[in-house]
């Protein structure tokens, strides 16, 4: 409701008496998604009211006389309305919070009974959704052509052509190979993809032998294998050795295999790349159990705070980092730690020797380089080092070159109205991000070195409400009790029956630091509309993402083994639908995985009645402190195969787009090798 409908009900009221605006003020509020909407709503009551009488005819003078002390009021509360709705605003979480839990009291003195629903069985998806990723359907990919590789970002269905049908998975699907095997091998009915297998077995990225893919650790880059490939990498960079890189980003990455490797080398990785002429590089990367999530940098930033990552790596990722502004670029200048590196292996780097197998020039090459360094030097980048076919530079570990940057220099400095942390659908901008100098310890020069680092309370808890180090401190002792009392409920969790794990809906990452002895590596998400922690995380070196749970999540079908809720549709109920958030969880779990949800006891039933219409298991556990108001959901997903014998499938797009899309599209695809 706007001022304009109010102004239509105040025509047929007989007098705007003192309820009747103290109705519209309220409704004024509510329906007003931002706090200008209900200023401006307020300021346009009150020219109605100065204007129109009861009749909706323009006022006399007497009557203004008696409007104008009505206004007056009126726009005081307004004004004391909008001080307390900033007071709300600020303290909703802790509200939320404290209304939903109390209104579900102990069974003996409940309030509100637990929310029931209609028992729903959820059909099959057909046969070709077995590798249906919701928000990056190639299906979907016509609508968003362009010179850049926009088709590529999260294009998310209307609510109206969502699939509420259980994705099966391919035609002999079996358990994953467990870590470490995994990652020199898995099951090929897991990923049935021809395509890759045919286009990289030359560089050794992958081979089919017998039912399996064998991964022998070559890429284009590194035909010798990733093991030389990261050792002259960390001749090159000595802080990958001592712990002072923790955290690091590959874009373009393959099947990973440069993630693969460092695990050992205690630096996690978070491989990027879109679902593109590639197909299943990131399928391949989770099934191997290395970190993985699908993602492009084209118009809009990674789903990553600023000053996040410790490292960035490109190995013939064919980005073109200096097209459009360098906007690229840029974005992996956010993300980039103050002190970190970028590391780039690939045209043009060492173009003296690699031209003629780049079907180039060295003239064309020459000039690509030059336009690169200078690139790099005016984003405050130095040249760290060189040696073959890598080059490494090192982002400026303080201010100081961004205070003597010029105003007419390009790219210019970002203005303060930017916010660097804003990552959820938010435009990459044509400038700067420089660090808040405020924090001076955040720096990689700075930050304590891993392991220390996961148990230091990071300084970028200051920027979170109510962040202290007292309450870091008591999240992690709070953890390490839960994750213990959960491996009793479970006892897979902590063996290598269980790999990839998922915390819905983290606030410090306790959950995976409690977990960090154990052969697994956790996604910490953070919710786009949650107050942001996710700094925090990174500060902790560990690894996450933003992500709106009214949506698809960034990956493919049956990818994590673990996914643990903590209050999550407490949080979210009031925007996202149940059902939807449940049918992803459903999507992204491998068959016979596991889910943890700690839930309000008004929600439980629920749940469990659309998780049974999944094909889950479920029971229900107390909390490991025995609370009135909180159970445990302890549910399991069944293997099961579609009923539906179809053998023509999706077959992985390949044949599909080589054959059937248009000659355009095809073109903007293979530009964007990421």
């Known amino acids: 409701?706007?001022?304009?409908?109010?102004?239509?009900?105040?025509?047929?009221?007989?007098?705007?008496?003192?309820?009747?605006?103290?109705?519209?003020?309220?409704?004024?509020?509510n329906n007003s998604d931002q706090s200008w909407e209900f200023v401006y709503s307020c300021i346009g009551l009150v020219v109605v009211m100065t204007m129109n009488n009861k009749d909706?005819?323009?006022?006399?003078?007497?009557?203004?006389?008696?409007?104008?002390?009505?206004?007056?009021?009126?726009?005081?509360?307004?004004?004391?309305?909008?001080?307390?709705?900033?007071?709300?605003?600020?303290?909703?979480?802790?509200?939320?919070?404290?209304?939903?839990?109390?209104?579900?009291?102990?069974?003996?003195?409940?309030?509100?009974?637990?929310?029931?629903?209609?028992?729903i069985s959820f059909p099959e998806c057909s046969i070709d959704f077995q590798d249906y990723t919701p928000c990056t359907d190639p299906r979907r990919w016509r609508k968003y052509i362009s010179d850049r590789p926009?088709?590529?970002?999260?294009?998310?269905?209307?609510?109206?052509?969502?699939?509420?049908?259980?994705?099966?998975?391919?035609?002999?699907?079996?358990?994953?190979?467990?870590?470490?095997?995994?990652?020199?091998?898995?099951?090929?009915?897991?990923?049935?993809?021809?395509?890759?297998?045919?286009?990289?077995?030359?560089?050794?990225?992958?081979?089919?032998?017998?039912?399996?893919?064998?991964?022998?650790?070559?890429?284009?880059?590194?035909?010798?294998?990733?093991?030389?490939?990261?050792?002259?990498?960390?001749?090159?960079?000595?802080?990958?050795?001592?712990?002072?890189?923790?955290?690091?980003?590959?874009?373009?990455?393959?099947?990973?295999?440069?993630?693969?490797?460092?695990?050992?080398?205690?630096?996690?990785?978070?491989?990027?790349?879109?679902?593109?002429?590639?197909?299943?590089?990131?399928?391949?990367?989770?099934?191997?159990?290395?970190?993985?999530?699908?993602?492009?940098?084209?118009?809009?930033?990674?789903?990553?705070?600023?000053?996040?990552?410790?490292?960035a790596h490109c190995s013939r990722c064919l980005i073109p980092w200096t097209?459009?502004?360098?906007?690229?670029?840029?974005?992996?200048?956010?993300?980039?730690?103050?002190?970190?590196?970028?590391?780039?292996?690939?045209?043009?780097?060492?173009?003296?020797?690699?031209?003629?197998?780049?079907?180039?020039?060295?003239?064309?090459q020459r000039s690509d380089y030059d336009k690169l360094q200078e690139l790099l030097t005016s984003l405050c980048f130095k040249m760290y080092k060189k040696k073959g076919d890598i080059a490494v530079w090192q982002k400026s570990p303080d201010n100081n070159c961004y205070n003597k940057l010029a105003r007419d220099t390009y790219p210019p400095k970002c203005d303060d109205s930017l916010e660097p942390d804003s990552a959820w659908y938010t435009p990459i901008h044509s400038c700067i991000v420089v660090p808040d100098p405020k924090f001076k310890i955040s720096g990689l020069s700075s930050i304590s070195k891993w392991p220390k680092r996961l148990h230091v309370t990071p300084e970028r808890i200051s920027m979170v409400h109510r962040g202290s180090a007292s309450a870091f401190k008591h999240d992690e002792s709070k953890w390490k009790k839960q994750a213990a009392y959960y491996k009793k409920l479970i006892p897979d969790l902590g063996t290598d029956k269980i790999r990839n794990v998922m915390d819905m809906n983290t606030v410090y990452g306790g959950f995976a630091a409690a977990l960090i002895n154990d052969p697994i590596w956790v996604m910490n998400v953070v919710s786009s509309y949650a107050t942001n922690t996710l700094p925090?995380?990174?500060?902790?070196?560990?690894?996450?993402?933003?992500?709106?749970?009214?949506?698809?999540?960034?990956?493919?079908?049956?990818?994590?083994?673990?996914?643990?809720?903590d209050g999550l549709f407490t949080a979210e109920s009031h925007r996202c639908e149940m059902k939807n958030v449940l049918l992803e969880m459903d999507r992204i779990l491998r068959p016979r995985g596991y889910a943890i949800i700690c839930e309000s006891i008004y929600y439980t039933d629920a749940i469990t009645t659309i998780a049974n219409g999944m094909r889950w298991d479920c029971h229900k556990e107390d909390t490991e402190n025995g609370s009135?108001?909180?159970?445990?959901?302890?549910?399991?997903?069944?293997?099961?195969?579609?009923?539906?014998?179809?053998?023509?499938?999706?077959?992985?797009e390949g044949i599909e787009l080589q054959g059937g899309i248009s000659f355009p599209l095809r073109a903007a695809i293979s530009r964007t090798s990421l």
């Open 56 to 119: 909706g005819n323009p006022v006399t003078q007497p009557d203004k006389s008696r409007v104008l002390p009505m206004a007056i009021i009126f726009v005081v509360l307004c004004g004391f309305s909008f001080y307390m709705g900033i007071i709300f605003c600020s303290e909703k979480d802790k509200f939320v919070s404290f209304y939903s839990l109390k209104s579900v009291e102990s069974p003996k003195g409940s309030s509100i009974s637990p929310l029931q629903i209609k028992y």
């Open 628 to 652: 009135d108001i909180q159970r445990i959901l302890i549910c399991q997903k069944k293997l099961w195969y579609s009923s539906t014998q179809e053998t023509k499938c999706f077959q992985r």
């Open 536 to 565: 925090v995380v990174f500060d902790r070196g560990l690894i996450g993402t933003f992500h709106d749970w009214c949506e698809a999540f960034s990956t493919y079908p049956r990818t994590y083994d673990l996914l643990h809720l």
């Open 150 to 311: 926009t088709l590529l970002e999260r294009h998310c269905p209307p609510k109206f052509e969502r699939k509420e049908c259980l994705v099966p998975p391919p035609d002999g699907y079996k358990p994953p190979i467990r870590w470490p095997k995994s990652r020199d091998e898995c099951w090929y009915s897991n990923v049935p993809n021809e395509w890759i297998n045919k286009q990289k077995s030359n560089q050794h990225w992958l081979k089919k032998e017998g039912e399996k893919f064998i991964f022998p650790g070559g890429g284009t880059m590194f035909p010798n294998g990733v093991g030389e490939y990261v050792d002259l990498m960390q001749d090159l960079i000595p802080e990958m050795k001592d712990g002072t890189v923790r955290t690091a980003i590959d874009t373009g990455c393959g099947v990973a295999s440069w993630g693969g490797d460092l695990l050992d080398r205690g630096i996690l990785t978070l491989s990027l790349a879109p679902r593109d002429n590639h197909r299943a590089q990131i399928q391949f990367a989770l099934e191997r159990g290395i970190p993985a999530i699908v993602g492009v940098i084209s118009t809009q930033r990674l789903p990553f705070p600023s000053n996040s990552f410790d490292m």
């Open 323 to 364: 097209e459009f502004g360098g906007v690229y670029l840029l974005e992996i200048h956010r993300i980039l730690r103050p002190g970190g590196f970028w590391v780039l292996s690939g045209p043009p780097i060492n173009y003296e020797r690699r031209w003629h197998g780049w079907n180039s020039t060295i003239e064309a």
């Open 1 to 29: 409701m706007d001022y304009v409908e109010l102004n239509a009900n105040m025509g047929r009221d007989t007098q705007a008496d003192g309820i009747t605006l103290t109705y519209i003020m309220v409704e004024l509020f």
